[in-house]
């Protein structure tokens, strides 16, 4: 565990991510690549769906990330509130606009794949509804952060909203659990094979969702190597004016 905590110092985390961050961004790039291709081209239209089920290869990768993003940013608030590390509180900031995207994708491409399959773009669905609610609290967590001046303070305040938030990620994950009735299917990816896909649409589809992860990595270790640079910036641009 000590081991573990030398890397919240922001030197040894800029070190340890230089070095690590060229190789998640090429695997990243390799996975995204074969996934997509083998998703799209390479997989037959589906009996009932027809060529809309491709969407799975960004729709299902999106979704999860969206809702991960958010839950290690919770982790690294509550490392900020206990611990008082910097570098896991700017971490959570950098992850913050990405998982927004993720979002956003996850929204648009169920927009997409719900128009031919269900006749609408959209529905009050359990899972759609707390899903852009979600979103809701990404942009309000990001805006907090703009709108506080004093660094620590913004940490603190967003790092409650993370906590507030978390609450719709977990429905986003498990609302069709928890209501029986909507139209937003169940998991895609399960233990039960009735209830998982067939093997053709599985495994292009775990590699782009090991593209999607990689690439959450690598711009949320970038992201933050840019935010202490930022912090260190300022830190000099204010000690210059005192002196």
Same mark, same amino acid.
């Given at each position: 565990?000590?081991?573990?905590?030398?890397?919240?110092?922001?030197?040894?985390?800029?070190?340890?991510?230089?070095?690590?961050?060229?190789?998640?961004?090429?695997?990243?790039?390799?996975?995204?690549? *074969?996934?997509?291709?083998?998703?799209?081209?390479?997989?037959?239209?589906?009996?009932?769906?027809?060529?809309?089920?491709?969407?799975?290869?960004?729709? @299902? #990768?999106?979704?999860?990330?969206?809702?991960?993003?958010?839950? !290690? !940013? /919770?982790?690294?608030?509550?490392?900020?509130?206990?611990?008082?590390?910097? @570098?896991?509180?700017?971490? %959570?900031? %950098?992850?913050?606009?990405?998982?927004?995207? &993720?979002? @956003?994708?996850?929204?648009?491409?169920?927009?997409?794949?719900?128009? #031919? !399959?269900?006749?609408?773009?959209?529905?009050?669905? #359990?899972?759609?509804?707390?899903?852009?609610?979600?979103?809701?609290?990404?942009?309000?967590?990001?805006?907090?952060?703009?709108?506080?001046?004093? #660094?620590?303070? %913004?940490?603190?305040?967003? $790092?409650?909203?993370?906590?507030?938030? $978390?609450?719709? %990620?977990? !429905?986003?994950?498990?609302?069709?659990? &928890?209501?029986?009735?909507?139209?937003?299917?169940?998991?895609?990816?399960?233990? =039960?094979?009735?209830?998982?896909?067939? =093997? @053709?649409?599985?495994?292009?589809?775990? *590699?782009?969702?090991?593209?999607?992860?990689?690439?959450?990595?690598?711009?949320?270790?970038? +992201?933050?190597?840019?935010?202490?640079?930022? +912090? +260190?910036?300022?830190? /000099?641009?204010?000690?210059? +004016?005192?002196?």
């Amino acid at each position: 565990m000590s081991s573990m905590w030398e890397y919240a110092n922001p030197k040894r985390f800029m070190q340890l991510s230089g070095t690590v961050l060229p190789w998640v961004s090429g695997l990243a790039a390799l996975c995204l690549i *074969v996934g997509l291709y083998w998703g799209f081209f390479l997989t037959p239209d589906d009996f009932r769906q027809g060529s809309t089920v491709k969407i799975i290869y960004l729709h @299902v #990768p999106s979704a999860l990330m969206a809702i991960n993003a958010w839950i !290690m !940013m /919770l982790v690294t608030s509550l490392v900020w509130l206990i611990r008082r590390h910097h @570098v896991s509180a700017l971490a %959570a900031r %950098a992850a913050a606009p990405v998982g927004a995207t &993720f979002t @956003v994708i996850a929204l648009a491409t169920g927009a997409i794949w719900g128009q #031919p !399959m269900w006749g609408t773009w959209w529905v009050w669905d #359990p899972r759609l509804t707390s899903f852009l609610i979600l979103f809701l609290f990404y942009l309000g967590y990001i805006a907090l952060w703009e709108a506080v001046e004093d #660094p620590d303070t %913004a940490a603190d305040l967003t $790092s409650v909203l993370c906590l507030v938030g $978390s609450v719709f %990620a977990l !429905m986003s994950r498990y609302a069709v659990l &928890f209501w029986n009735q909507g139209l937003h299917q169940g998991a895609t990816l399960s233990l =039960d094979k009735e209830e998982n896909i067939s =093997d @053709v649409f599985y495994f292009p589809l775990l *590699v782009s969702i090991a593209g999607f992860v990689l690439l959450f990595v690598a711009l949320v270790l970038l +992201r933050t190597r840019t935010e202490i640079r930022a +912090r +260190r910036l300022r830190a /000099l641009i204010a000690r210059e +004016r005192m002196a």
